[in-house]
Structures are given as C-alpha cells and as structure tokens.
C-alpha cells in the first residue's frame, strides 16, 4: 500500500486527482459473469465503487504483483468487475489511457497488456518493474530511479489525457 501512496503523492503533485482502488478495502467477491450487481449482494458496495471509479477514470495505473508467472488472482478479478461497463456509450476503458507497473517479475506484462488490449485502453509506452531493492523495509518506494520511471508513466498518462479531451 505504501508503493500506491507513493504513486498517489507523485500523480497529485501533477495536478492529477488520483483514487486507489484497494482490493482489501472492496472487499470484493468473485466475479460472477451471470451475475447482475443485485445478485452480490450484500457484498455490492465495493463493487459499485470499483465500477465508478472506472467510469471516472482518465486515466489508471494498474499495478501487480507477479505470481506463478502472471497477475495476481485479486488484480485479475478486479479487471472482471470492467464487465459491468460493456453496455456504456464507452465501453469497458476505451480510449483511456493506462500505466503498467509490475512488482517483481516482467513476465507479467504480457497478461496486463492482453487485458488492457481486450477491454480497449490505451496502454502507455513505459511499463515499469520494481524490486526488493525498489522499497524501503516498509514497502515504501525508496530508490530515486524507481520514482523517476514512475514519474515518467505519469506524464505519459497526463499527455495522453490532455491530447485526447474533448474540445
């Protein structure tokens, strides 16, 4: 969590109004693809909110972890929830931009990129990889050279969104 604060506090100082979506906090049941938003209930606030903050979203961040060669099941599953958004007049996130940062391992590129490609975003030039030498005991994200690519991701998304806006 210390690593998205970090993100956060980057991003802000930016101008960019940034809102984390933490899976712990959404507590989020396993999609369900018959299901409607009525039928998890009552576990359908953290849903509701996920799915706004897509509908909202300029722009995202999508970080994880690698496990067994690809995204965590949590990260994954959140991605799920998107299918609430196929029948909107923007489906799912197309046209918006999103950043890539991986923890651990770059094999987890490829499934991020298939996602973002399947539910039509706009994928950044720079995907970054951190490390164990990346963060601090605290997991907060500690070398300079990690919070440059980080910054760097950030104005790619900024440009992007600031290219693309409506007139």
Not at 34 to 60: C, Q, T
Not at 65 to 77: A, E, I, M, R
Request: net charge negative; proline share 5%.
């Amino acid at each position: 969590m210390a690593t998205c604060q970090a993100i956060r506090e980057m991003a802000e100082a930016t101008e960019f109004s940034v809102e984390i979506a933490d899976p712990r906090e959404l507590d989020l049941p396993m999609y369900e693809p018959d299901f409607g938003l009525a039928d998890y209930a009552p576990k359908h606030a953290g849903i509701e909110r996920l799915v706004e903050s897509y509908r909202n979203a300029d722009a995202m961040i999508w970080v994880s972890p690698t496990y067994h060669g690809t995204v965590s099941g949590v990260f994954k599953n959140m991605l799920d929830f998107a299918e609430f958004l196929s029948g909107d007049q923007r489906p799912y996130f197309q046209g918006r931009p999103v950043g890539l940062i991986a923890i651990n391992d770059s094999t987890t590129f490829a499934a991020m990129r298939d996602c973002a490609r399947e539910l039509r975003a706009w994928l950044a030039p720079s995907h970054i990889e951190l490390g164990e030498s990346d963060f601090s005991s605290d997991l907060a994200l500690a070398s300079d050279k990690a919070r440059n690519r980080v910054i760097r991701l950030i104005g790619e998304l900024k440009s992007f969104v600031q290219a693309h806006r409506p007139a």
